[in-house]
């Protein structure tokens, strides 16, 4: 087992390390540091079962193998951490399944579940966290008799105004409640329904809980005008205020727990037969499968620029300096940037002629507005485009119509814009595209109405032609 694990380290040693620092310099991951020696214990807790099992070599587990690395190798050439970083911790299950045999993985079944706990994931959920919490606040505001006033993300009392922001959405108590409650849910029962039960309570509490700790936040600044619960100590309020929950949590599932099983660790493994024992084969066909995976990645990569497109001959637009640029998309070291004044509305367009580590077109650091001005209100997606509804503190409001622009396709959702540069990378194509926003103020029903149709009619122009071009 051990060996094993030396392999999966050594061959995706990049990729762990950038895990590792994520969990150094983020409070959301840090508990992944626990994950590796509760494995441990729990591999040493169930050992003389372990100790039963026969060493045999599972060739079926090449298949999803083969599979995990080409997501891995997409992941790897597109730049996106969290399909690269799954895909290499998921590897190490699956290494154990091909090289030691499906009999020793099932004796280690739960253990090989909680690893995935290490995967630094889970950020994609903090704009619809943010959502909730602003939801609950707000209703248990209304039944307090508080008058309050919601736009967007921002939440309006007498006296004060709030923001759900990032920190508040309550994704470090999910995460952290997540992983915790299904340890205990497994420490604990033994009957596989009351495990599932426990884990979904382990999910939804904490997103109540989150609510519930906001709602108290902006009580007590209401109630001591301002002077208390606005700064740092709101945080600090926060954690203390979770610690609780997570107690009473615990307290609840231990009224129904199952009786403790006896532990029998001193049972020694019984003496390894030669004929038994042929993991050298798989583990040569993991370092093959991998090392060629690698190679491929590093062909793959050296692709040369687009050159940059003549935007002004797309679209001509007249450049106004005076034009309200607080909106502005948010997005870094691209290869070129065009904005204006167009007859449908302000203008924004950035192009990039590859798509290196901090100069890709779809990146974390990116935005289609700016969030120090603004918080967005509503969103739609249509097959062209998508139409965004933001907000500022003054009460300005703007639609934002935007779609990303690859060679292949031409489409508002991320998700395909990174698949669609991944095929590309695959076949050795440059990972070139472009973003583009239409945008512009709305005071009533009417305006909305009338940019929507103008978007719609932006929008059904072929950018993808001008790309290739």
Excluded at 56 to 77: H, R, T, Y
Excluded at 211 to 240: C, E, F, N, P, Q
Aim: glycine letters at 4%.
């Amino acid at each position: 087992m051990l060996l094993v694990f030396g392999l999966w380290l050594a061959l995706f040693f990049p990729t762990i390390k950038d895990a590792v620092l994520i969990w150094e310099r983020s409070e959301t991951y840090a508990h992944c540091f626990l994950i590796f020696p509760i494995c441990v214990y729990l591999i040493r807790r169930n050992w003389s079962q372990l100790a039963e099992q026969v060493i045999e070599p599972s060739a079926v587990a090449l298949i999803p193998i083969v599979g995990v690395l080409i997501l891995w190798l997409m992941g790897n050439l597109v730049h996106v951490a969290a399909v690269e970083q799954l895909t290499a911790f998921a590897l190490l299950p699956l290494f154990y399944w091909l090289i030691l045999g499906k009999a020793v993985c099932r004796a280690m079944l739960f253990v090989l579940f909680f690893w995935m706990f290490s995967v630094p994931e889970g950020e994609f959920l903090i704009p619809r966290l943010q959502d909730v919490t602003a939801d609950i606040t707000v209703i248990a505001l209304r039944l307090s008799d508080i008058p309050v006033f919601r736009e967007g993300l921002y939440i309006a009392v007498p006296g004060g105004l709030f923001e759900v922001a990032v920190a508040c959405s309550g994704i470090r108590y999910l995460i952290a409640s997540f992983s915790l409650g299904t340890l205990y849910a497994y420490l604990t029962y033994s009957k596989w329904y009351k495990r599932f039960i426990f884990i979904v309570f382990a999910l939804l509490l904490p997103i109540l809980a989150n609510g519930i700790r906001a709602y108290g936040i902006v009580m007590i600044a209401y109630l001591s005008d301002m002077k208390h619960a606005t700064g740092v100590d709101h945080l600090v309020y926060g954690w203390l205020f979770f610690g609780v929950v997570i107690f009473i949590m615990f307290s609840i599932g231990n009224i129904w727990r199952d009786p403790d099983r006896p532990l029998d660790v001193t049972k020694q493994p019984a003496p390894l037969k030669a004929e038994t024992v042929k993991p050298f084969w798989a583990m040569l066909a993991v370092c093959f499968l991998s090392t060629a995976t690698f190679f491929y990645a590093r062909c793959a990569s050296q692709t040369e620029p687009q050159s940059s497109p003549d935007f002004t001959r797309l679209i001509p637009v007249e450049y106004d300096e005076a034009a309200d640029a607080s909106w502005h998309p948010q997005f870094h070291n691209a290869t070129l940037e065009y904005s204006g004044l167009h007859p449908k509305g302000a203008l924004f367009i950035v192009f990039y002629d590859t798509s290196e580590p901090d100069k890709e077109l779809i990146n974390s650091k990116n935005s289609l507005y700016n969030h120090r001005y603004w918080s967005i209100v509503s969103s739609q997606s249509y097959r062209d485009y998508a139409l965004l509804e933001i907000t500022n503190t003054a009460g300005q409001r703007r639609l934002l119509a935007q779609s990303y622009v690859t060679p292949w396709v031409q489409t508002p959702e991320i998700l395909n814009v990174k698949l669609s540069q991944a095929l590309q990378a695959m076949v050795g194509q440059t990972q070139s595209g472009m973003a583009v926003v239409l945008s512009t103020t709305v005071s009533s029903e009417t305006e909305k109405v009338r940019f929507r149709q103008q978007a719609e009619s932006f929008f059904k122009q072929d950018f993808r032609e001008f790309l290739n071009d």
